[in-house]
């Protein structure tokens, strides 16, 4: 089955019990037993729901794994990979990560005794110099948030495999439709579903991937036991959402691309950061192992102010935080996504006070290059 038709077709296309072509949104907490323990697949909706699992099996399909699992956020589905480890135990992660994963990283789990070192996973020396007798895993994010590095999946999976470690890759950007990094070898795979997998900004949620019965038995212990679910109406949207996702993925890029030379050649900005770039440093590792750049673009305008002075005149750029709707979003991470880090350490990955963060939409892609152009004439 291929991409396009998977996402429509895949996991349980349409309700076993009645036909509907939609499955139902069962909103349901609890289920009527035959007698002690002889149900029917389900005993309480913490622990399965029927629009839940159809989702899960959808994404299971997609990403090419064993089994799937849906959270109340991305972080949430963090969270859950995180407590397979113990305390003591330690994680290698991308530098460039995220806000919200650095801060429940070193703010939430350090006290659970989870410890942690973010390197740049784009330079693999750096995952293996970073090892530690008492590591885990490797947590990748790819392209990242905000800088778009790359990481060679492939290489950081064999690094993992020396060392007896899971790859754990964030796949929020790329999505299942460009890049599907279990089939590189990692061990789970997650998503931010809020963004592009969802694509509307009506619903929160987090998906996860594993690649092994051990694994899917260990996530849904925690899962059931920690209890932080998705529930069946978000679950529902998120699969209504997935259907057009090939589509809006495509037209997205054709977007981004047209937007990225715009950017490069003005002249208030004084670098864009996009993998589909021929000068980004990673641009052949992101062709090589994805079919796809996305839409995500950073780019530096090289000072607050004039960061303030290009949100205060976009039209078409909403101001906001997330990513990978149908609408384009505009926002600083410096002061946004990734205010939860500290400012010395901002400055020192290169998130400057400057850089603005765009997520390009399907608006009429000369709208989007028009509102940027006056916008940029300050």
Known sequence: MRKKTQMIHGGIPNDPHTGAV?????????????????FKGYEYSRTGNP??????ELIKDLEGGKKGFAF????????????????????VLTDDVYGGTYRVMTKVLNRLGIDSTFVDTSDISKIEGAIKPNTKAVYIETPTNPLLKVTDVKAAVEVGKKHNLLTIVDNTFSTPYWQNPI???ADIVLHSATKYLGGHSDVVAGLVVVNSDELAQDLHFVLNSTGGILGPQDSWLLMRGIKTLALRMEETESNTKRIVDFLVNHPSVSKVYYPGLESHPNHEVAKRQASGFGGMI??????????????????????????????SLISVPARMTHASIPPERRQELGITDGLVRISVGLEDVEDLIEDLENALSI
Not at 22 to 33: E, F, G, L, M, R
Not at 298 to 324: H, I, N, P, R
């Open 22 to 38: 939609s499955v139902p949104i069962y909103q349901v907490s609890t289920y009527k037993q035959e007698s002690v323990g002889n």
């Open 51 to 56: 629009t839940r699992f159809a989702l899960e």
């Open 72 to 91: 109340g956020s991305g972080m949430a589905a963090i969270t859950a990979i995180m407590m397979l480890f113990n305390s003591g135990d330690h994680v």
């Open 183 to 185: 089939s590189l070898g």
């Open 298 to 327: 950073s780019f530096d305008v090289g000072s607050e102010e004039m960061a303030d002075k290009l949100l205060a005149k976009t039209k078409y750029f909403t101001l906001a935080e997330s990513l990978g709707a149908v609408e």
